[in-house]
Nanobody, 123 residues
Framework: QVQLVESGGGLVQAGGSLRLSCAAS????????MGWFRQAPGKERVFVAA????????YYIDSVKGRFTVSRDNAKNTVYLQMNSLKPEDTAVYYC????????????????WGQGTLVTVSS
């Protein structure tokens, strides 16, 4: 149904920045909200941010507000996550997905996950 490829991760020092990219294929990209999730070592995958197809609305968990910015380029079928002022607790594998919100919870619309991209923030 869909294929997602994340990229842009790496090793940075606390306070640094990274820009993650997610290229989507297999269906109409602009008709869906897109989101980012992350999974820290030994932890479950959790929602981080989302953006609607028109880019008018964005959503973030409290811990990344003011530091992360989600954006998208529908012509390129790509969604981005600009991460500034990175902290060691941001260390995780980051995944993108088509998302929907139900009862204040964000869900992956399809049972599809890419390999993710690893972000490591050193202190």
């Amino acid at each position: 149904q869909v294929q997602l490829v994340e990229s842009g991760g790496g090793l940075v020092q606390a306070g640094g920045s990274l820009r993650l990219s997610c290229a989507a294929s297999g269906r109409t990209f602009s008709s869906n909200s897109m989101g980012w999730f992350r999974q820290a070592p030994g932890k479950e995958r959790v929602f981080v941010a989302a953006i609607t197809w028109s880019s008018i609305y964005t959503y973030y968990i409290d811990s990344v507000k003011g530091r992360f910015t989600v954006s998208r380029d529908n012509a390129k079928n790509t969604v981005y996550l600009q991460m500034n002022s990175l902290k060691p607790e941001d260390t995780a594998v980051y995944y993108c997905a088509f998302v929907t919100r139900i009862d204040s919870r964000w869900y992956n619309v399809f049972d599809t996950w890419g390999q993710g991209t690893l972000v490591t923030v050193s202190s």
